[in-house]
């Protein structure tokens, strides 16, 4: 979600990220987003002391009509969110647009209720024939100024759909549809049963048809998420057609496909276009979006912001704890980490400012914290709902399995949180707002859905229904706010807003179904495993080293593999070549999927493209570069506990999974770690003073031996960490005894 607002006031409800838990991509020709100046970010942030000295108080104001500064904060959002920016439509083609999307909203809410009786793939082509011809009309195609028609503009800088913009929306509803529509063309057609017939024997108008929409599919992807991930698709196309003609000697070649064979695995089977990733797009996504879109609209964002205000606002650190509490709450319902870092950071950048934070530092951490938007149950990314898809989970483990990680996350940043405060001479800043008992008192409503949906699926119920329930109690409850009641009206655009919100991810969804079901035809997984596990044996024959060397091979692919494409792409890509190298190792599948999410989910935060400090540093107006490296700083932790949980069987207890004493052990030693990271990031042992270097690397050390969770790596790390922090006690002591003002003797 990406709630604006002025900086000194809540934020006001915006659309919802797109797509849970995808990286926003780019042009890889443009390169990144660039920041704003800092004037503009003075004028976004609405600054009114910036030019005078740092202010004691932060008042929140309440809510008002959109002003200047709200709507160049949801601009902003919206260049870091999970998709290009689209066009903002009007006239016809918005008509148009809100009336499929409302149609498309209700159906998705009808089917989980009343599903079509044809099948779930049914459903399938009729959500992907709904959504994908919508890509064309609310996305520009970003050809090259001189490659650009001439166009008319509705108010000088909003264009309009082109012809082929409708030519190829047309197209799309036509090949959408093409399966299901009871029309003979030749050979071909006849309804959907007589297509399911033809599977693997295609008529020529399936083949023409399935190839129009593979390249329409490829056209989508590139206008909502860049060149990258189309690129990978051909390669993966490539792979399949041209496989044949490798060696055969080479470990990846394989028999050969032809292209009909292709299309065949692509348009009519059920790992390709019509895939899981597709129906976790149409089953759970487009509810969770909607969702997030009602909570937005009953004011829920605004009072997460003031909560976390209010909660630490006595604290020395109230800043910088209000922000990773803002981007913890905010998280819980947004599932996009760029677009979550500019909201925080909208709201609690003039405040980190005048606590004394540099733009640098305070830019890593909300991007920092906005990531975890992606980590925080219960909604998690889109990625997490294809895991429990996978593995035959139901959604509750799967939340389950990331709550303890999320919450060693925000430990990690938390304690860096105080650790800069204490190592800079961070002022305090009194925030001048309700008391959190008052607030919950009047607004706590608003977690009513949340726990909802945990209740609901502990009980039994579907996440599909928890989620439905949850957004018909959040209407419901939204009339105890006056100014935030969600009237039938209100309710038809959080529809419309869930819709146009699952567009790139439909769009990515079904074209992730190219690579999972060329790797299927012509088995890569396996053949890449054991090319990442021959690799890995390659440098030692013991089994354990082995399986370490994997993890960290296959941890440095999955975080290159991030920089390129969207995260739910990446994590399908991650878990058919990775996932069952890591599985023929020994690691459970739960491991290893939350091994594969984890860093697919990390490329918002890895340089050089880093998407979330790239946003967060067009917040600060700080440099991009060391904004980057804050942000790694801050978000460690995220990077060392999935390898923990992998090369080690202990290392379950930090998912949930094995009795109570597994579990409380790898929590206590990986906090502990944590701990003493986060002491060697930051330089600065709280209570005790500033660590040297010597000191900073064996607490680095130790932290990185007690995420080994066995017996004599945690005795050692533990050595370690207790070496570092003596030697920090006497450096402070040694510099206590020093003298202050010297006197310089006269000769």
């Not at 938007?373 to 990314?381: C, R, Y």
């Not at 006056?482 to 419309?496: E, G, I, K």
């Not at 986060?678 to 003073?689: D, E, I, K, Q, S």
Request: hydrophobic content about 50%.
């Amino acid at each position: 979600m990406s709630p604006a607002s002025s900086p000194d006031g809540p934020p006001s409800p915006a659309r919802p990220a797109s797509s849970p838990g995808d990286r926003p991509a780019t042009n890889a020709a443009d390169g990144p987003p660039r920041p704003r100046p800092a004037a503009e970010t003075a004028d976004l942030a609405g600054s009114a002391d910036a030019a005078g000295p740092t202010g004691q108080t932060a008042t929140t104001e309440p809510a008002g009509p959109a002003s200047a500064a709200e709507r160049a904060t949801r601009d902003l959002a919206a260049q870091f969110e999970d998709e290009k920016p689209g066009r903002v439509l009007s006239g016809p083609a918005a008509l148009l647009l809100g009336t499929v999307a409302l149609a498309v909203g209700a159906l998705a809410l009808w089917q989980v209720f009343r599903p079509l009786t044809q099948g779930s793939k049914y459903y399938l082509i009729i959500f992907l024939a709904g959504v994908l011809p919508l890509v064309f009309l609310a996305y520009p195609a970003g050809l090259p100024r001189w490659a650009r028609p001439r166009r008319r503009s509705d108010n000088g800088d909003i264009a309009r759909p082109t012809v082929t913009d409708w030519v190829l929306a047309a197209l799309t509803v036509a090949a959408c549809l093409y399966p299901v529509l009871p029309i003979h063309i030749g050979t071909g057609g006849g309804g959907y049963n007589a297509f399911l017939d033809r599977q693997g024997l295609l008529a020529p108008s399936d083949l023409v048809l399935g190839t129009v929409l593979l390249l329409l599919l490829l056209e989508a992807c590139r206008r909502t998420t860049g060149w990258i991930l189309p690129a990978v698709c051909l390669l993966f196309l490539g792979y399949g057609y041209y496989g044949g003609l490798l060696p055969q000697s080479w470990p990846v070649a394989h028999a050969g496909l032809d292209f009909s064979q292709l299309v065949d695995a692509f348009y009519n089977s059920d790992s390709g276009f019509y895939g899981t990733p597709l129906d976790v797009a149409a089953s759970y996504i487009v509810l969770f979006t909607i969702y997030g879109a009602v909570l937005e609209l009953s004011g829920a964002g605004r009072f997460f912001v003031d909560l976390s205000a209010a909660a630490f606002r006595r604290s020395r650190t109230a800043a910088g704890r209000t922000a990773v509490a803002s981007g913890f709450l905010l998280g819980t319902v947004s599932g996009s980490g760029a677009a979550t870092t500019v909201s925080i950071g909208a709201v609690t950048w003039p405040l980190l400012r005048r606590a004394g934070y540099p733009p640098e530092r305070a830019g890593g951490m909300l991007a920092a914290a906005g990531v975890g938007a992606i980590l925080s149950p219960p909604t998690l990314g889109a990625a997490a709902f294809i895991i429990a898809e996978y593995l035959g989970v139901s959604y509750l483990q799967v939340l389950g399995w990331a709550t303890i990680p999320t919450v060693l996350y925000y430990l990690g940043i938390l304690l860096a949180v105080e650790i800069d405060a204490r190592r800079s001479g961070v002022r305090p800043v009194v925030l001048d707002v309700d008391s959190p008992w008052r607030l919950l008192g009047r607004l706590g409503y608003h977690f009513a859905s949340l726990i909802a949906i945990i209740v609901l699926l502990a009980v039994g119920v579907s996440a599909t229904r928890a989620v439905v329930f949850a957004i018909v109690l959040a209407a419901a409850l939204s009339y105890l706010d006056r100014t935030h009641r969600l009237t039938p009206t209100r309710l038809a655009t959080a529809l419309v807003t869930g819709v146009r919100g699952v567009l790139a991810v439909t769009a990515v969804c079904a074209a992730a179904g190219i690579i999972t079901a060329t790797t299927t035809k012509t088995g890569l997984g396996p053949q890449a495993a054991a090319l990442l596990i021959g690799g890995a044996q390659a440098a030692t024959s013991d089994p354990t080293l082995v399986l370490v060397l994997t993890a960290l091979l296959a941890a440095v692919a999955l975080t290159l593999l991030g920089l390129a494409v969207p995260v739910t792409a990446s994590f399908v890509i991650g878990w058919v070549i990775v996932g069952p190298a890591l599985l023929d190792l020994g690691v459970t599948a739960p491991a290893a999927a939350m091994f594969v999410f984890y860093f697919a989910v990390l490329s918002e935060v890895s340089p050089p493209t880093a998407l979330a400090a790239v946003a967060a540093a067009a917040v600060t107006g700080g440099r991009l570069v060391p904004t980057m490296w804050q942000t790694l700083r801050y978000a460690l932790p995220a990077y060392l506990i999935p390898i923990a949980f992998v090369i080690t069987p202990a290392g379950l207890g930090l998912l949930g999974i094995g009795g109570v004493q597994r579990i409380v052990v790898a929590v206590l030693v990986t906090a502990l770690g944590v701990a003493v990271l986060a002491v060697a990031a930051g330089g600065w042992l709280p209570g005790v003073g500033r660590a040297g270097a010597p000191e900073r690397v064996l607490g680095a050390l130790g932290g990185v031996t007690l995420l080994w969770l066995e017996p004599v790596p945690v005795a050692l790390g533990t050595t370690l960490a207790a070496v570092a922090a003596t030697g920090v006690f006497l450096r402070g002591r040694s510099a206590s005894r020093q003298p202050t003002n010297p006197v310089k003797e006269r000769p």
